[in-house]
């Protein structure tokens, strides 16, 4: 079984539509819980971290749900800018495991 | 002030070549790491880097190695490389809680073996 589960998508949805993406882990020992944003042939680059409690940047909303083990993007009034692909990223250990990525392209 | 950076950008290299790839990290950041990221997949852990020693180390074979400097800086060696190599390599830094902080990549190098 993979570290992390990610439904690669694609999710193609109009300017201003809120969108979900969900991410699933198999280690319940993991500490930790992050977003990156990948635009296509460039690097990761972190969009925010997730907290147990939730936590919320401007349009954007991450959820844990440590019981069930997964993790949850949530994006509001979606923007052309926001075409990417993202990658849910959970520790094990020493190690960071990435999944495979949900790929996002909001239509104008 | 500048980020991680990795060179070369590009590489070609035929089978069973050697190559180096080497990683600058943000200053002050002593934690360095490594990714491979094969083209429709997310990265995949080859080594993490702390002080110096290794702290960690992905399911790749030995013909990946690599090292951290006194002054962070690191290198990832892949030695008799096969087709499969071709790939996006990333290098990651952090101050050294990455747990909670999550890692800063470079832009990568991207290897293709012919």
């Known amino acids: 079984r993979k570290e992390v589960e990610q439904d690669p998508g694609p999710f193609n949805v109009p300017e201003g539509a809120t969108v979900a993406f969900n991410c699933t882990y198999s280690n319940s020992a993991s500490q930790s819980f992050f977003w990156y944003r990948q635009d296509c042939r460039k690097e990761p680059k972190l969009l925010m971290s997730?907290?147990?409690s939730g936590n919320e940047d401007g349009r954007f909303t991450a959820q844990l749900n440590r019981a069930s083990q997964y993790i949850s993007l949530l994006i509001r009034d979606s923007k052309l800018s926001d075409s990417a692909t993202y990658l849910c990223?959970?520790?094990?250990?020493?190690?960071?495991?990435f999944g495979t990525g949900t790929s996002l392209t909001v239509i104008p | 002030d500048a980020g991680v950076t990795q060179s070369p950008t590009h590489l070609i290299k035929t089978r069973g070549q050697h190559v180096t790839l080497r990683c600058s990290p943000i200053?002050?950041?002593?934690?360095v790491s490594w990714y491979q990221q094969v083209l429709g997949q997310g990265p995949q852990f080859i080594f993490q880097?702390?002080?110096?020693?290794?702290?960690g180390r992905g399911n790749f074979p030995d013909r990946f190695s690599a090292r951290q400097f006194p002054n962070y800086s690191s290198e990832l060696n892949v030695n008799a490389l096969l087709l499969g190599d071709s790939a996006l390599y990333l290098c990651a830094s952090s101050l050294g809680g990455a747990l909670y902080y999550g890692y800063t990549f470079g832009s990568g190098t991207r290897l293709t073996v012919v």
């Open positions: 997730v907290y147990s």
């Open positions: 880097y702390y002080e110096k020693e290794e702290r």
């Open positions: 200053s002050g950041h002593k934690s």
């Open positions: 990223v959970v520790n094990s250990g020493n190690q960071f495991y």
